[in-house]
T-cell receptor
Framework: AQSVTQLDSQVPVFEEAPVELRCNYS??????LFWYVQYPNQGLQLLLK??????LVKGINGFEAEFNKSQTSFHLRKPSVHISDTAEYFC????????????FGQGTELSVKP | DSGVTQTPKHLITATGQRVTLRCSPRSGDLSVYWYQQSLDQGLQFLIQ???????AKGNILERFSAQQFPDLHSELNLSSLELGDSALYFC????????????FGSGTRLTVV
């Protein structure tokens, strides 16, 4: 069955430090992969997506993610975080044969401290 | 403003009641999706409509129903409400039937008392 696991529920980090938010998925078919960000009291905003092609994808706000098919992972990285990056981050998967349905992970709360 | 409009933003109602949540997709988008976000269940896919037709269904309760109208706006109807239905309900939209990345609205916060 399709599932998404975000390995860390909370990640505290100091401003200007690098960060990696980890995501693993399970699926028996080809998938599309996504990272969304949710700021307090707001909806979800698409950060980046992997549909096909290069396994390293770049998104908004300086974030990037790498698709690793053998490890079924799609970790999100940023080389230097800002206070404004404090938010909840969600990894999501869509199977090619499931139309528009997204399966979300439980989320990782990124807290950037000065 | 994402372009996806959800109304109302907040809703407080009593157990056993029925409510309707409304969603207007971004201009040009044909697909509408509904999600429920709660602390214990996280983000759960409910249902997808594409150009007026149901395309995919998740773990949507029988007490819940949805439809997409000819003008492409969608409504999610929740009936016989229980305390556990309290959650944030999101609508999203996209141009196609596939999940190539869609745009979320800001949500309707439903509180059942």
């Amino acid at each position: 069955a399709q599932s998404v696991t975000q390995l860390d529920s909370q990640v505290p980090v100091f401003e200007e430090a690098p960060v990696e938010l980890r995501c693993n998925y399970s699926s028996s078919v080809s998938v599309y992969l996504f990272w969304y960000v949710q700021y307090p009291n707001q909806g979800l905003q698409l950060l980046l997506k992997y549909l096909s092609g290069s396994t390293l994808v770049k998104g908004i706000n300086g974030f990037e993610a790498e698709f690793n098919k053998s490890q079924t992972s799609f970790h999100l990285r940023k080389p230097s975080v800002h206070i404004s990056d404090t938010a909840e981050y969600f990894c999501a998967v869509s199977e090619h044969n499931q139309g528009g349905k997204l399966i979300f992970g439980q989320g990782t709360e990124l807290s950037v401290k000065p | 403003d994402s372009g996806v409009t959800q109304t109302p933003k907040h809703l407080i109602t009593a157990t056993g009641q029925r409510v309707t949540l409304r969603c207007s997709p971004r201009s040009g988008d044909l697909s509408v999706y509904w999600y429920q976000q709660s602390l214990d269940q996280g983000l759960q896919f409910l249902i997808q409509y594409y150009n007026g037709e149901e395309r995919a269904k998740g773990n949507i309760l029988e007490r819940f129903s949805a439809q997409q109208f000819p003008d492409l706006h969608s409504e999610l109807n929740l009936s016989s409400l229980e305390l556990g239905d309290s959650a944030l309900y999101f609508c999203a939209s996209s141009k196609t039937e596939r999940a190539y990345g869609y745009t979320f609205g800001s949500g309707t916060r439903l509180t059942v008392v």
